[in-house]
């Protein structure tokens, strides 16, 4: 089992060059700090950090009035 060669790496580059700024953009947008993005990279925390992104007040849209 080697390391991984400079294929591999270009891969990954252009993997994470096309998922990062457009999930910066949807946290902007949602009020949230692009810094979540990197709680993607933690599988166990990425599962817990979509339950309170789901569930979480988003700064970003208005309150309800009933």
């Known amino acids: 089992m080697g390391g991984l060669s400079w294929v591999h790496w270009a891969i990954i580059i252009l993997i994470l060059a096309a998922f990062v700024p457009p ?37 970003a849209l208005p309150e309800k009035s009933n």
């Open 23 to 59: 999930a910066v953009k949807i946290l902007h947008r949602m009020g949230f700090s692009g810094w979540w993005v990197l709680i993607g990279v933690i599988s166990p925390l990425n599962i817990i950090a979509l339950w309170v992104l789901a569930y979480a007040k988003w700064p």
